[in-house]
Each structure stands twice: as C-alpha cells, then as structure tokens.
C-alpha cells in the first residue's frame, strides 16, 4: 500500500499546495487579519500539506488526479477565510485571483517543456529532478512578480464595498474548471504528443486566465465608481437640504443678533459699562454678516466664520462672488463647504499657543477664477493618489472631500494644485471663467427656453 502514497505526484502535490497559498496570501495584502495571524497561518498551512501529502494516488485516471487538485484549491481558498477578516466573496475573488496566477505560470512552465521535453522525467525514487523544480520555481516567481507589480500593487483598496457576490462566485468557478480542464487536456496532448496543438492550447490557457484576472479588477473598478457616484449623489442631495438648512440659520441667527442689539441699547443705561460693551462685542461678532454679491457664498462663508469664532480661530476673506456665479448653486456649497471644512479640521488640530487661522480668496485674473485657501497643519500629512489622505479613523466613509472638491474643479474645465512649505497647506484652483452673456447662453436652449435644472444655479 506504500506506493499509494510514495509516488511521482508526492513532490509535486506539496510543492503545489505550498505555492496556491502562497499566491492566495500575495493577493490578500492589505487585508484585515484575525488575531493570532501567523499562527494561524502556520497551522492551517502544515495541515493543507499534510492533507495535500496523504491523498493517495488510487489510480491514474485523470478524472482521478483531477479531483485530488480540486481539495487542494478548496483548501488554498480556506486559507483567506481561516487567516483574514474577510466575507466569502473577497474569499472567491481572491481565491479565483490567485488560481488565475498560478494557471498562468503553470501554462508557461509546461510552453518551456515542450522544448525541453527531457525535464518531465521522473527519477527512480519518485521524486522530481532538479531541472523540473527549477521550471516550476521560476516560472511561478516570475508570473507572481508581474502580477503583484502590475495588478496588486495598483489596486491595494479592494474592499467589500467593490465586490459582489455572484460575479466573484461565477469568476472562482470558471477559474476552477479551466484549470482542472487543462489537466485532462495536458494528458491527451502528451499522449498524442502534438507540439503545435499543445502550443497553441497553453497559450490559449494563458488568455483565457489572464482575461478572467482582467475582468475581476475591472469589476473592481466598476464598483468602486459605482460606490463613489452612490456617495457622491447622496451627498449632492445632502449639501442642497444643508444649504437650505444653513441658509436659514444663518438668517435666523442675523435676526436673533439684531434683536439683541436693539434690547441692549433700550438698557445700556442700567448695566455696567463694561458688561455693555463686552456683550455688544459678542453680538457684533456673531451677527456680523460677510457680503461676497453671491448668496451662496454669503451663507457658506458666515456660516463657516461662526465655527471659526466658536473654536478660536481668525477667519480672513477676500471675496469676489460674483466670479463664480456661473457655477450651481449645489457645486458652489459644495466647493467652499469642503474647502472650508477641510481648513477648519486642520487648523482645529494645531496645538494650544500656535496661531490659527485661515485665508480664503477668491479673484478673476485675465479670464481666469483663482480660488485660494491657506491653513496651517500639525504633523505630517500622509498622501493616497496625490491627494492627502483623510485623518479620520473611518477610512471608508471619509475622505470625500477632496474628492468632490476635484469632480467639481473638472467638471468645469479647471485644475488646481497643493502645496505644503512651512506647514501652510494651501489650495490653488484655477477655472476658466465663464463671462454673464455666455452663461447666459448656457443655460438657455436650442429655442432660447431656460434649461437650469430646478434647485441649480445657471450654468450648472
């Protein structure tokens, strides 16, 4: 019963299964791992070879050996699940993934051996000769390589949010079936030992895996754009109801300061001078209103200056509203919201003692907006994509900001650059600017009708 188990296959099972999880863990970096990581690693690993080891080689049927490397994939699969916290569709995505990989480099390895047919031969102990193991190492070290350069590496936030069950599902089965299939196919072209046909089957092999790796992180891209547009119109609806419900604060808390200021001088005579001139000055303070010509600006801007005043912070602005008046009225709040809350969060962070405070101008240059922001910031800032990354610990649902703040900048034709000297952040954007005739025309139709969307500014 001994050569059951001690067989030509034994080398090559366990350096196979070594191999389908060390491609299964190369396309699971970044991921989240479970407590005790290595150690889970190491045990489920040992556990994979042994089982990899014992099976025994009952008969030479193809259908036979294919089923064996069948438990073999299912365990390397299980290795995403049993080490990482992962749901069972980033388990087959990664699991299709590295079968996709490692098929890849099997292909190649077997295109090199139909012109060096001497290294399939086996020793007669059974175990592989050095010239295979060389083939097979190098093979796989050379396709695992190109693939983490030119995929993994590019595309390290694959996440839940970007990835569907049944896709992934359907992609992990069609992975599977290809590479089992190929290994009743090798067996027959051996047999018939024909080279071209052998050749243009491994090459074949190799398309069909490297489309199916394609497709599933074009997948990932179509999800990720798909999220980001969800977000982004869920904001949008959510910055048109924050406008209205900041416009009216700000209105209201104009009125309430009015208000006051009349009762304090209908008793400035019965207060203390001090007292007086101490609560007129706050009044002052927060019913002082910013006038930019634009009534969006209006809003965004005294809004952002009371928050400003409540956290200790200068607020200086030199504002031509007029110069934006083009944009909707949505992409305007936007626009200024996120680079003023932006600001604000950073400056907030600047330790006790340091000055805080925050410019914001916004002019027209020879046919051109300039829109300017600059802030102080303490630390380092860390940077995903040439834009700074969010501080939040939320990753996933943060870290919009710049990011709309770069859709509305393209949307109209602009581009804008950062700079980070002296531990200044400051924003420069530049749009070209849009003149009144010409908005004008815009936002009217093919027959002079009106078309603004409802809610929007011209131009929008």
Same mark, same amino acid.
């Given at each position: ?165 049944? +896709? ?182 600047? +330790? ?109």
């Amino acid at each position: 019963m001994a050569e059951l188990w001690i067989n030509p296959l034994l080398p090559i099972k366990v350096f196979n299964a070594v191999i389908l999880i060390a491609a299964v863990m190369m396309f699971s970096q970044g991921l989240p791992r479970k407590d005790h990581f290595w150690r889970r690693l190491l045990l489920w690993g040992s556990a994979c070879l042994l089982t990899a080891a014992a099976i025994p080689l009952l008969t030479d049927s193809v259908w036979y050996v294919t089923s064996m490397f069948l438990v073999m994939y299912l365990l390397a699969m299980l290795t995403v699940w049993v080490c990482c916290k992962v749901s069972w569709p980033m388990v087959f995505f990664i699991a299709a993934a590295a079968f996709s990989a490692d098929h890849i480099a099997s292909m190649l390895d077997s295109i090199i051996s139909l012109f060096r047919p001497d290294i399939l031969q086996y020793t007669d102990t059974g175990l592989l000769n050095i010239p295979v193991l060389l083939n097979y190492t190098l093979c796989r070290i050379l396709v695992f390589g190109l693939v983490d350069l030119l995929i993994i590496r590019k595309n390290r936030d694959v996440n839940d949010d970007s990835i569907r069950f049944a +896709p992934s599902l359907l992609i992990l089965i069609i992975s599977i079936v290809v590479n089992l299939y190929m290994n009743i196919v090798f067996s027959q072209l051996i047999s018939d030992r024909s080279f071209w046909l052998s050749m243009f089957n491994f090459a074949m092999n190799i398309a069909i895996s490297l489309l199916l790796l394609l497709c599933q992180y074009a997948m990932v891209r179509e999800g990720r754009m798909r999220t980001q547009l969800q977000i982004a119109n869920l904001l949008r609806a959510q910055a048109r109801e924050q406008y209205r419900n900041s416009k009216e604060n700000v209105e209201a808390i104009s009125a309430k300061c009015h208000d006051l200021k009349h009762l304090l001088l209908a008793v400035r005579d019965v207060i203390d001078p001090a007292e007086y001139a101490s609560m007129m000055e706050m009044i002052n303070s927060y019913g002082a209103e910013i006038h930019t010509d634009n009534e969006v600006l209006d809003v965004v801007f005294q809004e952002k200056n009371f928050q400003c005043r409540k956290r200790g912070i200068q607020f200086t602005c030199i504002i031509d509203g007029t110069a934006v008046d083009f944009m909707g009225t949505t992409d305007q709040y936007i626009l200024f919201g996120n680079l003023l809350d932006n600001a604000i969060e950073a400056v907030s962070r600047l +330790p006790e003692g340091e000055v805080k405070n925050i410019q914001v101008t916004v002019r027209r240059d020879k046919g051109f907006v300039i829109i300017t922001t600059e802030n102080g910031y303490a630390g380092e800032l860390e940077w995903d994509g040439g834009r700074p990354r969010t501080s939040k610990k939320d990753k996933q649902s943060h870290g919009y900001g710049i990011l709309s703040i770069e859709k509305i900048v393209h949307k109209y034709s602009g581009r804008y650059s950062i700079s980070t000297e002296d531990q200044i952040f400051a924003m420069n954007i530049v749009l070209p600017a849009v003149r009144a005739e010409d908005k004008e025309k815009e936002a009217a139709g093919p027959d002079g009708m009106d078309v603004t969307p409802a809610g929007e500014g011209a131009g929008h």
